[in-house]
């Protein structure tokens, strides 16, 4: 089987999401304080958690979209995490999603942990365009993105749909060469 590259930063270990991470991604997807930011529904089980470790595994051998888990070396911990989806081969674009446990946020542990996947979206994987969709309320995403030089775009109007609701959402996205130029 295929397996994900590993990406080490100063404080963090990027790495396939295994079958030993299903609790954590239990706990964190059914976080109300993380949800709150994600568009997404609570999961209702362990065996959604299992199914989507199982999906990130079908998902590398196809080419598709990828997930990994962010963890802290210090404590050897996972505590969130990142990846890419939506992904258009032929126009060469996709999008970012991440996540990370309240604890760590304020920390600029996601622009860390996002370095690194930006860097393989373009050169290994030969995206010219990452996405990123927020909601307008999440003040502490947009920093995120915008720090690593993406640009706001536009609002897209009732894009996400969480528990019922319809929510607006800002569309960012970063070029390549704009990624080259920074970093």
């Known amino acids: 089987m ?3 590259p590993v990406f080490e930063t100063e404080r963090l270990v990027l790495r396939q999401i295994t079958m030993n991470d299903v609790n954590f991604l239990y706990d964190l997807y059914t976080s109300e304080n993380v949800l709150r930011y994600f568009g997404m529904s609570p999961i ?3 065996d959604v958690a299992v199914s989507m470790v199982e999906n990130y595994e079908k998902h590398l051998e196809s080419g598709g979209p990828m997930r990994f888990a962010i963890v802290e ?3 050897k911990k996972m505590i969130g995490t990142c990846g890419f ?8 674009r996709c999008e970012i999603g991440y996540d990370l446990i309240p604890e760590h946020w304020g920390k600029g542990i996601m622009g ?12 290994d994987k030969g995206m010219n365009r990452a996405g ?5 309320y999440n003040k502490a995403s947009s920093r995120v993105v915008e720090k690593l030089g993406f640009k706001q775009e536009g609002l897209l109007r ?3 749909l969480q528990d019922d609701q319809a929510y607006d959402a800002y569309m960012y996205s970063l ?5 080259l130029s920074e970093f």
């Not at 989806?85 to 060469?92: D, E, F």
């Not at 070029?175 to 990624?179: D, I, P, S, T």
């Open 85 to 92: 989806h939506g992904i258009s081969k032929a126009y060469k």
């Open 44 to 46: 209702e089980s362990k």
């Open 158 to 160: 009732e894009y996400i």
């Open 112 to 123: 860390e942990a996002l370095t690194p996947l930006l860097n393989f979206l373009f050169t």
């Open 2 to 4: 295929e397996k994900y």
């Open 175 to 179: 070029l390549k060469k704009e990624w």
């Open 73 to 75: 070396k210090k404590t």
């Open 132 to 136: 990123a969709v927020i909601v307008p």
